[in-house]
């Protein structure tokens, strides 16, 4: 068990493999283990990071500090400690917007984005977000995240997966709710035509959460960047369509500098 003292709080990580450093950020509430069938391929040729953020897994779950910037500063805090060289950072859904963020803020610190099903602008995209989920939340938390995780899956999706997710997602922190009024405003179009990283966008063809109209927009705002659609997917291809997804994400890495393009 690896853990690491950052900005008050410990996070919970695994640092496997050995070549370029990619580090690999999971969605609200669940884990690092989501990208458990993404590990034995890539461990082979790169150094894969993955960490539960503050709140959620194995790390601990401090009532401050469940917010954008507090979620950002412990990643600059990580690379710094981990000693990671320019990571490219692969993030899914909510670890999108941390990595898009991330490299918004310290371009200098990372050599891309890989964002998963991610970032978004959810004012529009899912403008019922505080008045559904999050309020649900605190009636009857195991309901509501019972009713909600199916949805992030496509039809037919196996139901020992769906239930898996749900399992993470209630035993995580109640404090990383305090994120979710935060991303009902959230929208990160303003800031895509200056960053200074690469990104590339891999998005589930059926997603629901965060429909794959949100990663052409943000694709056309961002320069240079790309979107890669995972047929049959929702919104977490790399559990639904692991092989897929994997062979998507080393074709985006192909076109990624080892160094960034941040002057």
Known sequence: ?????VNGT???????????????????ATSGRVWGAQLPDLVRDHRVVTVDWRGCGRSARPARGN????????????VGALRLDRPVVVGS??????????????????????????PAYWPSTMPALLGGPVEGLRRDRAGTVAGWVPEWYAPGTHPALIDWTVRQV??????????LPAFASYDPRPLLPGLRVPVHYIHGE????????VAR???????????????????????????????????????????????
């Not at 990580?13 to 990619?22: A, F, H, M, Q, S």
């Not at 999108?96 to 099903?117: K, Q, W």
């Open 67 to 78: 917010t954008i910037d507090g979620v950002v500063a412990d990643l600059v805090a990580l």
């Open 1 to 5: 068990m690896t853990y690491v003292d």
């Open 93 to 118: 859904s909510i670890g999108g917007v941390f990595a898009t963020e991330l490299g918004a803020r310290h371009p200098e610190l990372i050599a891309g984005v890989v964002s998963v099903d991610a």
């Open 206 to 213: 059926l997603d629901t959460q965060i429909p794959l109209e």
């Open 217 to 263: 927009t943000c694709a056309a705002l961002t320069p240079g960047a790309e979107v890669s659609v995972i047929a049959g997917s929702g919104h977490l291809p790399h559990q639904e369509r692991p092989d897929e997804f994997t062979a998507a994400l080393r074709a985006a890495l192909a076109l990624m500098p080892s160094a960034p393009v941040a002057a």
């Open 10 to 28: 410990t996070l919970y990580y695994e640092d496997e493999g050995t070549g370029r450093p990619l580090l690999f950020l999971h969605g609200w």
């Open 170 to 179: 209630l035993d995580s922190g109640v404090y990383v709710d305090d994120q």
